[in-house]
């Protein structure tokens, strides 16, 4: 029987409730052609190897243009669930980059119950399911059991059930397995030292507390190898704060230079213990603004933070960079406008070819909807008529203050080649 027709008949029986043990056991053995994964070395040496080669991960998070990835030096996407990733890893295929395939597991503030034993049984089955749809993808590397499922990292059935599916995995494929937390909080790395002892390695997400990951790691982490799973702009939970509490948003220009930095610093220079990084987002998404994480604009136009990536991974700068910006330096929106009051604006911004840019300038609502840990946001509202803008080839505009509320204003710089440099400030009308 085709081995394809074999996966469909075992997903199928494993619909009809065969004990899973029992499943798993019969399942067959993942093709023998596939890349082999391993991880070798000792501590301060560690290596991850395919087909006997060094593979130090270049990655990010997010489905933007991957064949853009690639050219600046990426060599792995990853992923954060089964559910529709057949595009993404058809599209990795084309830009001939690997995989870090993300296994879903349910979050308790979502409502997953750990001490539930019918939907645990039902999540292990579909990890299993998953597993077995795409074991012979041979350009999966790594298989990521949760992404920041631990919440408070308080719960030891949470950890319990990571490494039971961790070790369900590896019986289905031989590649290695990990698991993501939310940064590298010393009782977190211990509950995964006691009560995981069947991961390969460790993932991290972790924006502005990187610098101090190495060394929590050492102190309180298990003895296996770990990567940055997500590292990019400062969060909003680490930024600083207007008056009135909302947080300030980095220009593209601060984050790129953070993003280099800490790849230089905190990831390369790791190397035997770290073995790789993936920034985020290699796209967009609204998670406070929808500028904060975003590596490209809505309309898929490329910031120039893109390029602090690309001398990071090659160690030169693309042949033409994308435009710089300075931080929104207006010292009226630090205190409260009255409405309609008129405010004159304007942002300093250049490019190395000294071609002429282009200004967009808009003004949003401050964000209502904002959730924990990544969870998908609704956009606020534009305010279109609080702009005036003359000359879009001039830095300078106008803003209106709307009717009472939190807002921000936003300005888009754009070079020939519409790459692009962003910054914010909120603002506040009584």
Known sequence: MPRSLLRAALTALLATGLPLASFVAAAPAASSALPRVEIVGEPGSWRLLRDGRPFFMHGVGGDGDYRKLAAIGGNIVRTYS????EDQLHRAREAGLAVMFGLWVGHERHGFDYADPVRVERQRRAVVEAVLAHRDNPDI???????EMEGDGRNPAVWREVNHLARLVKELDPR???TVIAGAASHKLEAVRDLCPDLDLLGINSYGGLGGVHQRMLD?????????TEFGARGPWESGRSAWGVELEQTSTQKGEMILDGWRRHIAAREGWCLGGF????????????????LFLDDGSPTATIDYLHQAWTGR????RGPGIEPLHLPVLARPLSAGRRVPLSVTASTATGRPL?????????????REGGDREARPAKVPESIVQRDPASPAAELIAPPPGRYRVFVTVRDHAGRAATHNLPFLVE
Do not use: C, M
């Open 141 to 147: 590397l790594l298989w990521a059991v949760g992404n």
């Open 358 to 370: 282009r200004y967009e300038w808009s003004v949003w609502e401050e964000s209502r909807d904002r």
């Open 176 to 178: 290695p397995v990990l």
């Open 220 to 228: 309180h982490g298990p003895r296996i190898p770990y990567a940055i």
């Open 317 to 320: 700068w693309p042949a033409e």
């Open 82 to 85: 089964a559910t529709g990733v």
């Open 279 to 294: 920034a985020f987002r290699w796209g967009w998404k609204q998670e406070a603004t929808h500028t904060w994480f975003a």
